[in-house]
């Protein structure tokens, strides 16, 4: 079973645990997403959660993800945002490759921080709070290096 745009779109646009997640994102952020060889752009047109079916012109995050990820993300029922947050936590730090999500950041620490990128964090609450401390991301120092490093 192949993901479609459509099925796409209704969860970015449509899904009460994606609206609330993308509260805090200034309108005009880009985020990249290719799922296998398709590429979409999420952004804010208006305060409302967008997504285009065509590749971002100025992404600011870029995820690249397995079909099959993509698929899990858009069906599985989600209790909570942080529990949307550590599933896709989870497939970036997967060893396995039908399953692992790729995140590069084309903007900087201050850029991502004014633009609202923090404020998913923050709607994820305790959930992703207490999944990074597993992770050793206790302070947005070591978010701050970790997003320099991805930094492409």
């Known amino acids: 079973m192949s993901v479609s745009f459509d099925a796409l779109k209704d969860f970015f646009e ?3 645990l994606c609206i609330k997640a993308a509260q805090s994102l200034k ?3 880009e985020i990249s997403l290719k799922v296998e060889d398709s590429f979409y752009t999420f952004t804010k047109i208006s305060g409302a959660n967008a997504l ?3 590749a971002a012109t100025k992404a600011d995050i870029s995820f690249t993800m397995p079909e099959a990820t993509a698929l899990d993300l858009i069906s599985k ?3 909570s945002v942080g529990a949307v947050g550590v599933f896709l936590f989870q497939e970036v730090a997967s060893s396995d490759s039908t399953r ?3 995140v590069k950041f ?3 620490f201050l850029s991502l921080m004014a633009s609202g990128y923090f404020g998913i964090l923050t709607a994820g609450g305790k959930d992703v709070a ?3 401390a597993t992770k050793g991301f206790t302070n947005f120092n070591k ?4 997003i320099t490093n991805l930094r492409g």
């Open 77 to 79: 029922s989600f209790h």
């Open 14 to 16: 449509k899904n009460p």
């Open 106 to 108: 084309h903007s900087g």
């Open 130 to 132: 207490e999944y990074l």
């Open 143 to 146: 978010l701050k290096s970790v």
């Open 100 to 102: 692992k999500v790729h």
């Open 27 to 29: 309108n005009g952020a």
């Open 52 to 54: 285009k079916n065509e």
